[in-house]
């Protein structure tokens, strides 16, 4: 990836974002990190990589993986792979037998700072999903909340 595919001026960016997408993006590369020490014992024949934007795609397929297992599901509404198939593209990816997808890496990016909470996993140790919410019925669970409060 380029500076040229990238349409977003960082310093526009909230520093909170930034500052999420920086922790996220340590996150993964400590979990590629060690995707690579057991792929290594496993396919001795994978390293080194021949393709380093892999190792990007490893990270994001990985950061899926770790969504799935948590079950969340909402990047196959916007059309990336389930993260076996991600896995297997990224694998592909470093041996050089497949083009490198930028847009699954932006994507999951993108996705990470829109449907997570930027703090809670320094904060909380856990990923919190945000959600879009059903105005009404979030007034009337918070009216019924203040009301059991009261009545008490």
């Known amino acids: 990836m380029t500076e040229d ?11 909170d974002m930034v500052d999420a997408l920086k922790a ?3 996150r993964a590369a400590y979990a ?4 690579l020490s057991v ?6 024949d994978l390293l080194p990589v021949k393709n380093a934007d892999g190792l990007l795609q490893l990270g994001a397929a990985l950061q899926l993986s770790a969504w799935e297992r948590m079950g ?3 990047h196959r509404e916007v059309g990336l792979p389930d993260a076996p198939t991600a896995i297997e ?20 990016a993108s996705l990470s700072v829109e449907r997570f909470s930027w ?3 320094e904060e909380l140790g856990a990923e919190i999903a945000i959600d879009d919410v059903d105005q009404k019925a979030l007034l ?8 059991q409060q009261i009545t008490r």
């Open 119 to 121: 703090h809670a996993h």
């Open 72 to 74: 969340f599901g909402f």
């Open 39 to 44: 792929l290594e014992i496993q396919f001795p």
């Open 89 to 108: 593209r990224a694998l592909a990816v470093m041996a050089g037998d497949r083009e490198a997808s930028p847009e699954l890496v932006n994507l999951v």
């Open 140 to 147: 009337l669970h918070f009216a019924d909340f203040v009301w």
């Open 32 to 35: 590629t990190i060690v995707a």
């Open 24 to 26: 996220r993006g340590a």
């Open 5 to 15: 595919e990238i349409d977003v001026e960082i310093e526009k960016l909230p520093n």
